[in-house]
């Protein structure tokens, strides 16, 4: 080492210490359970692109240096490309669909089911579960509204039956009145099984809508969706003849949700975009009532893209401005509860 | 003659480089700012550390040393950010 002028110093100290910060990232994905699937798509392609410039190196020894130095110049603007793509298209579906489960509440709300006294039930439609709110003023036998929920990303149907039934009963109290309020978690959430794709949940939505017009108390069905949901919820409308449609912070497409969260979805960047959910183009479907509320102050989805959406929609639709509230706030804000209450209870 | 170990340690060095910012832009939009912004301070920090090191007689005799230690300080930060 003593013999090294401060360049090669400088060099070798540089070298460790990216040594390092990889080894620091590498720690903190092999930390975190949900980034191994990350870690392993980023060492997979770096070592790839690595290969690739060394066989590009070997081949091009005799060449000029202009050439060598465009060749590097390409790989490397190449393999910048895709290492940043390949860490977009594997962490966006991970922040767009965080999976998850309350096994508290689903406890919680398994004791009310026990009880028998029509107040909740676990219902299964194939390999989703979910939770069947039962209308408070009907008898079980019946034929009653329901209200078809598609939630936001980062709900879960047992959290939000206890929400409904132990913890604000009288703030939920519109929701299942008179309607059967039902809430299927997406494939992957609670204890359904699959992944959450543009597809599966394209798919899940027209199966729990299937089955909930099967069932012989139903007299109608209008979907709800909230935040993510709206797609599915739009989608479901379009394809079924549904009831009314309702549609809580709504967008108008999935480029719109994943800038949202990472705003670089461009041109031709569109292409990284893998949940394609375009609701502007289902809403010209639905012939059912429509009902959209959505924020000038929600930080999640784009009120323009809420507003571009209802322009879109065709026939009897109808477009709600909550003033100042923010993206959870929906839930939490008696204008929008009652609005939507009165909503179901007018097209039922 | 091809000069492989020189392709060969250039090669390397882009797999890293390309990890590094693989790492960057994910912490960037996955994780707080103290995470993303150790991705960065962490070599800054450890090549002015490398660079004092090395003039430290033991560490002088064998810089290889200089790896180990760095590593040990990366996985340690890790461990100590993802506890927090």
């Known amino acids: 080492m003593e013999d090294m002028g401060f360049g090669k110093k400088l060099l070798y100290s540089l070298v460790t210490a990216l040594t390092a910060a990889i080894v620091y990232g590498i720690t903190l994905c092999l930390l975190e359970k949900a980034f191994h699937t990350l870690l392993l798509v980023l060492l997979i392609a770096a070592v790839v692109l690595g290969a690739v410039l060394l066989v590009l190196l070997i081949a091009l020894d005799t060449k000029s240096k202009k050439v060598k130095a465009g060749a590097i110049a390409g790989v490397s603007v190449l393999g910048v490309l895709i290492i940043f793509s390949s860490v977009i298209m594997v962490l966006a579906p991970m922040m767009l669909f965080p999976k ?23 219902i299964v439609c194939g390999d989703l579960t979910g939770w069947r709110v039962c209308a408070r003023n009907a008898r079980p036998e019946d034929k009653r509204p329901v209200i078809l929920f598609f939630a936001g990303n980062g709900m879960n149907s047992s959290r939000t039956a206890e ?15 008179d309607c059967d309020f039902v809430y299927f978690d997406y494939p992957g959430y609670g204890t359904s099984a699959g992944e959450p794709t543009g597809d599966s949940l394209r798919q899940m939505a027209l199966d729990v809508f299937d089955e909930v017009d099967s069932w012989s108390t139903t007299s109608s069905v209008i979907c709800f969706g909230y935040s993510i949901g709206t797609g599915p919820a739009t989608y479901c409308a379009s394809q079924r003849e549904a009831d009314g449609l309702v549609l809580w912070a709504p967008y108008a497409n999935s480029y719109d949700v994943y800038n949202n969260y990472i705003d670089v979805f461009h041109g031709p960047m569109k292409l990284l975009v893998l949940y394609k959910m375009d609701s502007d183009k289902y809403i010209k479907d639905v012939s059912c009532p429509i009902l959209i509320m959505a924020s000038d102050t929600d930080e999640v989805i784009p009120y323009e893209s809420s ?42 | 003659m091809i000069d492989f170990s020189s392709k060969f340690i250039k090669a390397i060095i882009f797999t890293m480089i390309l990890l590094f910012l693989g790492f960057l832009v994910l912490f960037m939009l996955s994780s707080s700012m103290i995470v993303s912004l150790l991705m960065l301070i962490l070599p800054a920090a450890l090549t002015i550390l490398g660079i004092i090191l090395v003039h430290v007689p033991f560490i002088k005799d064998h810089p290889w040393i200089l790896l180990p230690i760095d590593v040990v300080i990366a996985i340690i930060t890790a461990v100590i950010i993802y506890l927090i």
């Open chain 1, 100 to 122: 998850n489960h309350d096994e508290d509440a689903f406890k919680a709300v398994e004791k009310l089911e026990e009880a028998k006294d029509n107040t909740v039930q676990q």
């Open chain 1, 163 to 177: 929400l409904l039934l132990l913890d604000e009963p009288e703030l939920y109290a519109p929701f299942y009145a």
């Open chain 1, 307 to 348: 507003r571009d959406l209802f322009a879109r929609a065709g026939g009897s639709s109808d477009f709600m401005t909550i003033s100042g509230i923010g993206h959870n706030d929906f839930w939490v804000t008696d204008k929008v509860i009652e609005s939507t209450a009165d909503f179901a209870e007018g097209v039922a």
